[in-house]
């Protein structure tokens, strides 16, 4: 009897093992191989989604690699969805590409669902305990698509002349209060921008009803830079989900414009590395991704672009206080069921038209 439940446990302890070393994947080795195989190809070239990097990012990158290891950096920068048309359509022939920057639903989904990503598994996106947002947190079991940064958008914009510090809405809900109604400008959600960004993420968080109270306060632009100046002109008090760069630049002209980011979380955006299959210079490719999300790596990168690492142990010192992202807040992102489900996109917009442009 003690020998059968002897021998019980120990089958019970294997196939543990078993089911647990399975599930980890194990990392590129060794990476020195790997580096003297990558000098030998020479060159590294990039496939990148338009607005997904700046010239100052690619620059810094493609200077460093060339200083270090004699490799040549090439990127391309086309519309989004373009990407997977070039990739998919190239992959019948001759890849081009070895890696692409690129948003979820209708940009890697092409590509995955063809087979044509593989998993990242650089020993430096597989450490623990550094990450702000884990690199594989839309796909975790396949690994094939990384965040590389932190997306962030603040999700309200407010004039300081017009909203003090002590009246500044703290929550999503504060945007509901009477005092508020049609102060509020915001681009329609129904189009690309972005509005419907911050829609999609949120849309899960705070719910129907909540949606069509907020529609009930809005004002709607389809003119993506009129938000910022409209409250610089103090047209309106409030501008929910702003782009970013026109309000940058108001900043820098000195308007008195301020980034206030919701207790329930700023919205996070797609921004995402894969790994094109039969690569034509894999083993560069898995030497910059190893680099790129080493502390080294996204420390050059996000200061180049400007934003926020997926690492923790990357200062925050070179963006603006309002672009900076408080450890441990929450985000408002979509679910990773919507964003697998290229349907679903269309279903966002349609229930968006519903809410905030038929609400009356």
Same mark, same amino acid.
């Given at each position: 009897?003690?020998?059968?439940?002897?021998?019980? =446990?120990?089958? $019970?302890?294997?196939?543990?093992?078993?089911?647990?070393?399975?599930?980890?994947?194990?990392?590129? *080795?060794?990476?020195?191989?790997?580096?003297?195989?990558?000098?030998?190809?020479?060159?590294?070239?990039?496939?990148?989604?338009?607005?997904? *990097?700046?010239?100052?990012?690619?620059?810094?990158?493609?200077?460093?690699?060339?200083?270090?290891?004699?490799?040549?950096?090439?990127?391309?920068?086309?519309?989004? $969805?373009? #990407?997977?048309?070039?990739? $998919?359509?190239?992959?019948?022939?001759?890849?081009?590409?070895?890696?692409?920057?690129?948003?979820?639903? =209708?940009?890697?989904?092409?590509?995955?669902?063809?087979?044509?990503?593989?998993?990242?598994?650089?020993?430096?996106?597989?450490?623990?305990?550094?990450?702000?947002? &884990?690199?594989?947190?839309?796909?975790?079991? &396949?690994? &094939?698509?990384?965040?590389?940064?932190?997306?962030?958008?603040?999700?309200?914009?407010?004039?300081?002349?017009? %909203? @003090?510090?002590?009246?500044? @809405?703290?929550?999503?809900?504060?945007?509901?209060?009477?005092?508020?109604?049609?102060?509020?400008?915001?681009? *329609? @959600?129904?189009? /690309? =921008?972005?509005?419907?960004?911050?829609?999609?993420?949120?849309?899960?968080?705070? /719910?129907?009803?909540?949606? !069509?109270?907020?529609?009930?306060?809005?004002?709607?632009?389809?003119?993506?830079?009129?938000?910022?100046?409209?409250? %610089?002109? /103090? +047209?309106?008090?409030?501008?929910?989900?702003?782009?970013?760069?026109? *309000?940058?630049?108001?900043?820098?002209? =000195?308007?008195?414009?301020?980034? %206030?980011?919701?207790?329930? /979380?700023?919205?996070?955006?797609?921004?995402?590395?894969?790994?094109?299959?039969?690569?034509?210079?894999?083993?560069?490719?898995?030497?910059?991704? +190893?680099?790129?999300?080493?502390?080294?790596? +996204?420390?050059?990168?996000?200061?180049?672009?400007?934003?926020?690492? #997926?690492?923790?142990? %990357?200062?925050?010192?070179?963006?603006?206080?309002?672009?900076?992202?408080?450890?441990?807040?929450?985000?408002?992102?979509?679910?990773?069921?919507?964003?697998? +489900?290229?349907? !679903?996109?269309?279903?966002?917009?349609?229930?968006?038209?519903? $809410?905030?442009?038929?609400?009356?």
């Amino acid at each position: 009897m003690r020998r059968e439940a002897w021998t019980g =446990g120990l089958f $019970i302890l294997l196939t543990l093992w078993a089911r647990f070393s399975w599930a980890a994947p194990a990392p590129w *080795t060794p990476m020195k191989e790997i580096e003297a195989s990558a000098r030998a190809e020479g060159k590294l070239v990039f496939y990148v989604g338009a607005g997904f *990097t700046t010239r100052e990012a690619e620059h810094a990158t493609s200077q460093f690699f060339r200083d270090r290891y004699g490799l040549s950096l090439e990127w391309a920068s086309f519309p989004g $969805i373009e #990407v997977p048309t070039r990739v $998919i359509a190239e992959a019948r022939t001759q890849p081009v590409a070895d890696l692409v920057l690129i948003g979820f639903s =209708g940009r890697y989904l092409p590509l995955k669902e063809r087979g044509l990503v593989m998993p990242i598994l650089a020993p430096s996106t597989l450490e623990r305990g550094i990450w702000r947002l &884990d690199p594989a947190h839309v796909t975790p079991e &396949d690994r &094939d698509y990384l965040y590389y940064k932190i997306p962030l958008s603040p999700s309200l914009l407010v004039n300081t002349k017009f %909203v @003090p510090a002590a009246e500044e @809405p703290k929550s999503y809900q504060d945007l509901l209060h009477p005092r508020w109604r049609g102060k509020i400008i915001f681009m *329609t @959600p129904t189009i /690309g =921008g972005s509005g419907s960004g911050w829609f999609d993420a949120a849309y899960r968080t705070l /719910g129907p009803d909540y949606m !069509k109270a907020l529609a009930k306060q809005v004002v709607l632009t389809q003119n993506n830079q009129e938000p910022p100046d409209a409250v %610089v002109r /103090g +047209q309106y008090a409030i501008a929910l989900a702003p782009n970013i760069p026109r *309000t940058l630049a108001l900043i820098e002209q =000195g308007a008195p414009l301020k980034f %206030v980011h919701p207790k329930e /979380g700023s919205h996070l955006s797609e921004s995402g590395i894969s790994l094109i299959r039969n690569a034509p210079h894999l083993n560069a490719a898995k030497l910059f991704l +190893q680099w790129f999300f080493a502390r080294e790596g +996204q420390t050059l990168f996000a200061r180049a672009l400007p934003a926020i690492s #997926v690492r923790k142990d %990357v200062a925050q010192d070179y963006l603006p206080e309002g672009l900076r992202y408080a450890e441990g807040a929450p985000l408002l992102a979509k679910d990773v069921r919507d964003m697998r +489900q290229p349907e !679903k996109a269309a279903e966002f917009r349609t229930l968006a038209k519903q $809410i905030f442009e038929e609400k009356k």
